[in-house]
Every structure is written in C-alpha cells, then in structure tokens.
C-alpha cells in the first residue's frame, strides 16, 4: 500500500524530510527541484509509514488505497518518475538534513529583530525559518486585516486543500517571538526608513500584486479583465469585489494557458452548486449563478508541447471539467507528440490528445484549448465583442467572439518605494536575498526571482535569504534597532489605531468559519470594515500575557 502524491502538490518539500526511507523526489538538494511540478513517492521503496502524511501541508498524499476515481492517474505519474526494477528495495539512509541557518551569535543589547513585509507563503516561511532559532524575534507587517496573501486572495476557492496550507502557517504564527501587524500598510503607515530603525533587518515577501499588462488595441473596452483580477473577485478580496464582471454572454476567451487560466476557466464552467460548498465569495457566486456562459476558450500562442499549465492540474481539470480541442489542435497534438522526447511534457500530450472534440454540440458549460494564436486587437465597440488572433508566425487572422476577455499572461511585481527596481524582470535586484545597493534589507518570494513556482517553492527561496541575513547579522554588518520593542508599538499604533494583531485575526477567523455554517470553510469578510468589526471581539489579553508581554517590551 505504497503512498501517492496528488494534484495540490505544493512542493514545499516537508514530506521529503519526514520521509525515513528517503523515498521522495526530486528533493531539496537535487537537481530539478526548483522546476518540478510535483514530488514523487517511489512506490518500490515506500515503507508506508504515513509520515509524509502528516507533513504534508496541504493535504495531498494518500495511501494508494485511499484514492478516489480521479487520482488513481497519480499512481502511475509517481511510479513513472523512477526506474522500472525487481522486487522491494532495501530502506536507503535517511536524507541530509535540511541546509540549517547558521547558528544565530548573541549579542548585547537584544535578540535578532527582523521585520517582514507582506504575510504570503514567502513571508510566513521566512518568519518559520527565523524562528528555528533561539530568542529571535521577527514582526510581519501586512496592509490587510488577514493574512497569507495569494493562499487567502490567489488559491481557487475549489481548490480547498491547498489552502489548507494556512493551518500551517496559524502554527508558525502562534510561535514564541512572531507578532503580527495587520491593518498596516509600509510605504504609508510606515517608512522603509522607520523599520530599519526599529530592527536588524527589513525582509520584503510582498509578492508580485499585478499583472503583466497585454499591449494590444482595445484592452481598455469594457468586458476586458485580468485573469488575476478575476481570481481576486471569487476569492472576495476587499480591493475587487466590486469589479464589474458581466457573465451575460455565452463566449469567455482566456489569453494565456499557465495555471492561473485553468483556474479562472475552471470557476467559469463548474456547477454553481459545487462552488455554493468553498470559501467563493457570496458576489462572484451570486453572478455565476445567473452566468449564460458555454464555453470558455483558453488561447495559448505556442503549441501543445509549450503548454504553460502543469501536468496534475492538467489532469485535475480533466476529471471534473468537459474539455475540448478542435481537429485541428488535436492533429498538433499528434504532431508534438510525434516529436516530443520529454517524459513530462509527453504525458501533458497524452492527456491532451484524449480530449473530446470541439466539433460536438455543447451540453454542460465547457473550456476549449486553442493553440498556436497570437492576440493581436480586442474586438468591440462599446464593449468585448471578441479577440482577432494571428496565427502565431503567419498574418491569418482568426476571430474568436466573446462577451468576456481575460488575459492570464502572468503576475508582474511592482516598485517598492526607497528600493531599486528591475522594469525588465519586474523584480528587486538582490544577491541570493540580500537587496542590492541597502545593506539590511532583504527579498524573498515573488519579488525576489519573478512569479513562478507553487506555494511551497518559496520555502527554500526563503530559507536562502534568511541564511543570508543571518550570516550578515553574525558578521556584525546590521546595525542594532533604536529604542526597544515599545517604541515600535507605540508608533505603529499611532500611524494605524486600527492595527490588528494576531488575536484580532483569530476573531477574524472564527467568524468567517462560523458564517460559513456546516457546509462551508468559511464565509468571508469582504469589507474591511466588517473585519476590524470582528477583529474588535476578540478578548483582552490575560493579565498573565499582559505581564509577559510587558516584560518583552
Ligand atoms: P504562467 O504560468 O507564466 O503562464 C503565462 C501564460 O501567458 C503562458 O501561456 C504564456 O505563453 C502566456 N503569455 C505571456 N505573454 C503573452 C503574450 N504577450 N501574448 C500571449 N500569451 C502570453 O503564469 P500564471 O498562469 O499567471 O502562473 C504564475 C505561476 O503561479 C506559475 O508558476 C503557476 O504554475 C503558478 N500557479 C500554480 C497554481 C497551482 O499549482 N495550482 C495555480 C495558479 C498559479 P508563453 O509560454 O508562450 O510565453
């Protein structure tokens, strides 16, 4: 009964340190893992002991028994990642331990401060890694009442298990040394200038919030979106819950095939009933249940082989989703697979080529893959009428109709105020973290080395700044925070009297867990005067934690 690992594979690695018999890979320390799309259980070695199981953050490892009808795919995706042999093999070694931080060195006058901006997976594993060692103390800073950034405001809300991952970030939030202040926006509330005083360093996971913009004629017609914009509008963020979107019309075209444009076709085509049971805002639902669209078209400029989305959610769509291909993609199809020498990319083909043809009459609403079609000029005149598409390497141009454009060409970072900036690659110039040109001040995450990658890759990439910062904190080259942790707190709450603080997020989070009822996560706030309302409720501090907390400062 070996072990499988299924579609919301986070690559966050935990399970290969659990792991006794070493079993799971690619791991950390091999090549190929930045890049993968998935770990893999080897099922010859798996001794089955379950201890990935409950590693696992996000909930996707199972026995092999335990699989329902659409994973059973997975089975043989993991075992396809080792080499065919005999028999059980003997347990290997146990693997190196994780690259530690080095040993952070006392030093008079208080503990390591560091303040991290943003409270995503980069930031809360950046803070995970800080708090491995002894007295550190790490302050996140977030511009929302709640934390944990594209997981909350990023994660289809059909795709519960991955959120998931925020039980694991609660955990590392209630560690000894973590305090949370939310509400608060750095750049307005506070200075880049007024951290580094207050701290040793100033680490920023503030991600990657915009997109990359498509330079095409007639972007600005009414109907046009991005596909990040959607994503925020069905996950209720406060800043989107009001955007505009019209689901009047039959036609959807999604320009771009990475995973987000499977997310956003995927919510456009599931039964709003299946929805009513996530964490969907009560709006995006409310305007899905009166949605007329059919067919969501997902246009990628290259070919199949070049497909941007990965493999296990490739085949999670296509056991939940009608999906389709015209004659024409499916004779691409074919033809990369008659080429294709990677093993990945030729599973990607093999799915793609059992796909049902376009050709049939449209029963359930359904997504349509297209390929090989550059967007050239959104069509409309007072609002979306379609896209005209050239086909990529020739002037044929082909029009595609819809009342609804979503481009989905990938997330862009923005300038940070007081920091350098990279237009070209939308990122923070940094040397393995540490910010070019201002020593004490950090990156991790998105706007450390662009928007790629699951949520678990941004553990190692902050774990590699982290060890950066740490080395430089021990090799004396940060200068020590002005004042004590009360002077920080008092200016906080003197910029921002509605900062809310982890028990405020806590009370945050039993609402919307209670609103949700028994059939739902949870019911979201999607005002953020409704969240300060709810953070308000929760109860004073003990006089016991009063104390404590007064001995800290
Ligand atoms: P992405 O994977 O980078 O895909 C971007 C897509 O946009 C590609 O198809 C790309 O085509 C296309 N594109 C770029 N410029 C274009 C242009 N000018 N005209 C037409 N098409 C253009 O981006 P994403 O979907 O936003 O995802 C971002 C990251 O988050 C990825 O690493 C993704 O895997 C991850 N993510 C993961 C999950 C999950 O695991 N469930 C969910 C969501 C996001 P070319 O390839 O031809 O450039």
Partial sequence: MPHVITQSCCS??????????????????????????????????????????T?????????????????????????????KREGKLPPTSKLAPVAEAPAVRPRTGGPLVVAVVGSGPAAMYAADELLTQEGVRVNVFEKLPTPYGLVRAGVAPDHQSTKRVTGLFD?????????????????????????????????????????????????????????????????????YVDLPVDLSAEGVVVIGNGNVALDVARILTTD???????????????????????????????????????????????????????AEDHELVRRDLSTEGDALTRNKLEVLAKL?????????????????????RVLGQDRVAGVAFTVTGTDEVREVGAGMVLTSIGYRGKPIRDLPFDEDTAVVPNDGGRVVGRPGVYV??????????????????????????????????????????????????????????????????????????????????????????????????????????????
């Avoid at 709810?534 to 404590?548: C, D, H, I």
Wanted: proline share 7%; glycine share 8%; net charge negative.
């Fill in 171 to 239: 955990r590392i939030a209630r560690q000894r040394g973590f305090t949370f202040y939310l509400n608060v926006e750095v750049g307005h509330h506070l200075s880049l200038a007024e951290l580094a005083e207050h701290h040793h360093a100033v680490l920023y996971a503030v991600g990657a919030p915009t997109d990359r913009r498509l330079d095409v004629e007639g972007m600005e017609l009414p109907g046009t979106h991005t596909a990040t914009e959607m994503v925020a509008w069905i996950n209720g963020h406060p800043d």
């Fill in 444 to 553: 991790a995450g998105w706007i450390k080395r662009g928007p790629t990658g699951f949520i678990g890759t941004n553990k190692s990439c902050a774990a590699e700044t982290v060890h950066n910062l740490v080395a430089d904190y021990n090799a004396g080259l940060l200068a020590d925070p002005i004042g004590r942790a009360s002077a920080m707190e008092k200016l906080v709450r003197a910029r921002q009297p509605d900062v809310v603080d982890a028990a405020g997020w806590r009370a945050i989070d039993h609402a919307e867990i209670g609103r949700g009822g028994p059939d739902r996560p949870r019911d979201k706030f999607t005002e953020v005067s409704d969240m300060l309302a709810a953070a308000a409720t929760a109860p004073a501090p003990s006089l016991g934690q009063r104390l404590l907390s007064g001995l800290r400062l």
């Fill in 272 to 326: 709003p009933d299946a929805l009513a049971r996530t964490d969907v805002s009560d709006r995006a639902l409310e305007a899905l249940r009166d949605s007329r669209v059919r067919e969501v078209v997902v246009a990628a400029r290259r070919g199949p082989a070049a497909s941007a989305f990965t493999l296990p959610e490739l085949i999670g769509l296509t056991t939940t989703q009608e999906v389709v291909l015209s």
């Fill in 12 to 53: 966050d690695g935990s399970c290969v340190y659990a792991c006794p018999v070493n079993c799971i890979h690619p791991s950390p320390d091999e090549p190929g893992f930045a890049t993968a799309e998935m770990l893999h259980i080897d099922p010859v070695a798996c001794v089955d002991c379950g201890a990935c199981v």
């Fill in 356 to 376: 049902g043809d376009s050709a049939a009459p449209i029963g359930r609403p359904r997504i349509r893959l297209v390929y090989g079609l550059t967007p050239k």
């Fill in 55 to 83: 590693a696992c953050p996000v909930g996707a490892i199972s026995p092999d028994t335990k699989l329902d009808d659409g994973q059973q795919v997975f089975v043989e995706l993991n075992a396809a990642f080792y080499p």
